[in-house]
């Protein structure tokens, strides 16, 4: 069973992943994640069952992402090749150009050493192959400097007590 | 110069500890070498043809004293005594020991250095006008820019994974010395019509196999906006720039493909996106980090003292020479901008050894603030030095073969590390740059030529710019024989232009000599002083053509 890393806690994963959806949609229990390409084909919203979630590969583009989808609790990227880093930008569009409100994972070939990164781009869990070092995705998370978006509180020399113009964001959570 | 806050120095402190552990992993097996591979070039760390590669960053091309001592004793303890400066202002250590690499990053650490991001598909180390903030013509010092740019791309979480590298460079200036038109991204400083000021905006330049000139995306942006502006252009590349390919997946190959006109349509898309939640930066942000980079106290020099020195000291024709190709003018009357020069015939152009670095460290405190710059050219600048001191620093500088005075001439040759050092080269560049030093060693001649650049890179990659010299030296593999292919005409500046190539390739013996045939046709066509390079416009390359490819007995 896959390891789910979900504000630094390792947990056992509820989701169940859908390769391939054969049966109609609304015959799927809670916890299915099924692919965005079927859903986005769904015609009947809201589906009856309150927790649906979808995975999509990175190149994925944003338009594709409707209201329907963006109301689902978990949206899930399955990234194929960790060097491709479009899945940064697409986390990124989801949580703040889209203002998705659920919880956004990232699943399938990323590296651990990446999760730092990609919680600053707004992903809310990780789901990490059986075998994963865990350990060492628990370090990547607690001791990698945090980004540095917002020049704003770091450029006085002296410390004043000026006020800070913009909370760092992507720092907050 | 920026002085580190706490901030700073635990963020390094995290990176470097992380590294470390990175590290351990690979050697331990639990980390494989591919997927080390865009870890430790993120750090810096190269696995090269003879050892690892550790490149070393230098913010906009600034070290002060401490540093510049600080990397002699890392070159001398974990090097053999010597280091490199690259055309893109950084410093590599060629001879390093994997496992030495944490202890080597402590010291740097120690002195506010480190290797982050010279290398992997993120943003690069960002650099600048080596005469940035003394430069008369400077329309506002691009310094405080360049470090809210560097605090920005540090360590930025959605693109350190980019289709490929990416590189920034911003000039603050009217003379472009910073070639912003052969970046990813160049910033030029520009005020609008309330004098107000801001960037014009030019992307997609590049060199390596496609060479291409950056288009101006914007002319004018204003300053708040940099960070917000940044983000747009590279959000658009990572998600559209080709990956496929990993020559073509540069922004240059995006903007040429799609057209400015709509590469601009998508980053201005984009841009309407990222407003709500805009990084724009306020009037007191930019002002506080215009206050890390104050004017030092220059003195007020007496104007009669100061005409008699230069007088006496003109007098000796071997200062004479240097002071007029190694010396600039300077924004403060009484003080010259000083390059020191890393090219002598003796070692590969822009090394720079150990006890060099010290000296250059005691004489940066004696006579320039304490700090120096690093150039493009691969040479080191004092940027301020009274006139006054400057017959002194020469003889000093000259103790130490620091004081060749070839600034901007034939032998001024920038020059990559070639297949020396270089896993990605297909031709010796070092010994080629060596025999050219050697035919054109007589100053008095490299002298009368004037302004002059020649380039030499092992590969079609062109770390050297070869496109952009007047002469331009590209290795090339022919069935495994090492050739070189000329191109002449290339510049950078104001304008800068792309070389076009002169004809078939030569063997390496035969350059020098080619070299020399390219340099009497200019002679014999040259009217007055006039430099190589407005020669060449008038003549045109035929000309050059005939002399080298059809020789008239």
Known sequence: MN???????????????????????TDYPWFSLLPLTTLIEHQKWPLPQAWIGAWF????????????????????????????????????????????????????????????????CGADSFSLPEGSDYEHALYILNNSPRANLHTSTRSTPQHTNSQVPYEPEYTSR | MYQYNAQDRSQLESRREIFERQIERNIEGKLSDEDFRPLRLQQGLYIQRQAPMLRIAVPYGMLDAKQLRTLAKVAKEFDKSYCHITTRQNIQLNWVQIQDVPSL?????????????????????????????????????PRPYCEIIRQWSLGHPEFAFLPRKFKIAISGSKEDRAITQAHDIGLRATLNSQQERGFQVIVGGGLGRTPILGSVLSSFIPEQ?????????????????????????????????????????????????????????????????????????????????????????TEDPAFLHWFNRNTKKHKVHGYRIVTLSLKNAKAAPGDVRSEQLEVIADLAERFSFGEVRTTHQQNIVLADVPVIDLFDLWQNLQISDLAAPNIGT??????????????????????????????????????????????????????????????????????????????????KGTPTQLGKILGPSFAASAVPGIIEIIIQTYLRHRQGLERFIDTYARIGIATFKEAVYEPVN
């Not at chain 2, 400015?260 to 805009?278: D, G, Y």
Request: aromatic share 8%; with cysteine.
């Open chain 2, 105 to 141: 990053l402590k010291t740097l650490a120690q002195a506010n250095l480190h290797s982050i991001q010279t290398s992997g598909n993120c943003i690069r180390n960002i650099t600048s006008d080596p005469f940035a903030g003394v430069a008369g013509d400077e329309i506002f010092d």
């Open chain 1, 3 to 25: 390891l789910l890393i979900k504000q630094g806690l390792v947990l056992e994963d509820p989701w169940v992943k859908i390769n391939k959806a054969e049966s109609p949609l």
């Open chain 2, 225 to 313: 906006s940099i960070l917000d502006y940044l983000t747009a252009i590279i959000r658009v590349y990572n998600l559209y720039g080709r990956r496929d390919n990993k020559y073509k997946a540069r922004i240059k190959i995006l903007v040429k493909s799609i057209g400015i006109e709509q590469f601009k349509q998508q980053v201005e898309q984009e841009l309407v996106h990222i407003r709500p939640h805009s990084q724009q930066l306020s009037v007191e942000n930019i002002t506080a980090m215009m206050a890390h980079f104050p004017s030092p106290a220059y003195r007020q020099f007496d104007q009669t003292q100061l005409a008699q020195l230069q007088a006496t000291h």
């Open chain 2, 410 to 491: 034939i032998n001024d040759i920038i020059c990559c590390p070639g297949l020396a050092f270089c896993s990605l080269a297909n031709a010796e560049s070092i010994p080629v740059a060596l025999k050219i030093q050697k035919t054109f060693d007589d100053l008095d001649y490299a002298y009368e030529l004037g302004d002059l650049s020649l380039n030499i890179s092992g590969c079609m990659n062109a770390c050297s710019h070869h496109h952009l010299a007047n002469i331009g030296i590209l290795g090339v593999d022919k069935k495994g024989q090492q050739f070189y292919q000329i191109s002449l005409g290339g510049a």
């Open chain 1, 57 to 120: 590969e990175t190149g994925t583009p944003a338009s594709l992402f409707t209201q329907h989808i963006l109301d689902l609790p978990l949206l899930s990227i399955d990234v194929q090749d960790y060097t491709d880093g479009r899945f940064f930008s697409l986390a990124t569009t989801l949580k703040r150009t889209l203002c998705y409100q659920g919880e956004l994972r990232i699943a399938g070939n990323f590296l651990l050493d990446q999760m730092a990164m990609l919680t600053d």
